[in-house]
């Protein structure tokens, strides 16, 4: 096992979040946040800060930041939910933009879709207001580590 995955087993186990997020670099910058939401699953998310618009005009979050936030949140979910000797790897990232990002808070929860011995598949979602009307939905698929 990895350093890497040792100290994200303890911190999970310890449902330390913040600590969590300390150990993905742009997760940290971007300043998002993990916790969960009343029924027990995963909640991530992205408090305002005026240097997340991209578009000063509407205003409106930077379509990058909504992006690295919910390739972060489905990294972060999937090492969560599985007992893993190693960190798994993107392989594709699949974003859909429905609406502007406006600035304010952004929330996000992951489900995963698939997961066999090889990849895995996870599907985002992201909303501001309420998770009937999502800002984003993404689908990732992670290459797993074959040697466990």
């Known amino acids: 096992m990895s350093e890497f995955m040792q100290a994200f087993s303890a911190l999970r186990d310890a449902r330390r979040y913040s600590d969590i997020i300390n150990l993905?670099?742009?997760a940290r910058f971007m300043g998002a946040t993990l916790g969960e939401d009343a029924e027990g699953s995963l909640l991530f998310t992205l408090p305002y800060h005026?240097?997340?618009?991209g578009n000063?005009?509407?205003?409106?979050?930077?379509?990058g930041l909504i992006g690295g936030f919910l390739e972060n949140a489905a990294l972060i979910h999937l090492m969560w939910n599985r007992d893993s000797l190693e960190t798994p790897k993107i392989v594709d990232f699949s974003l859909d933009y429905l609406r502007p990002g406006r600035p304010q808070t952004l929330f996000a929860r992951c489900t995963i879709t698939r997961q066999g011995k090889r990849v895995a598949h996870v599907l985002i979602e992201a909303w501001q207001d309420s998770p009937e009307n999502p800002v984003a939905v993404a689908r990732a698929h992670f290459l797993l580590a074959t040697n466990q």
């Open 24 to 26: 993905l670099p742009y």
């Open 50 to 53: 005026p240097r997340h618009v």
């Open 56 to 63: 000063t005009a509407l205003p409106a979050l930077h379509g």
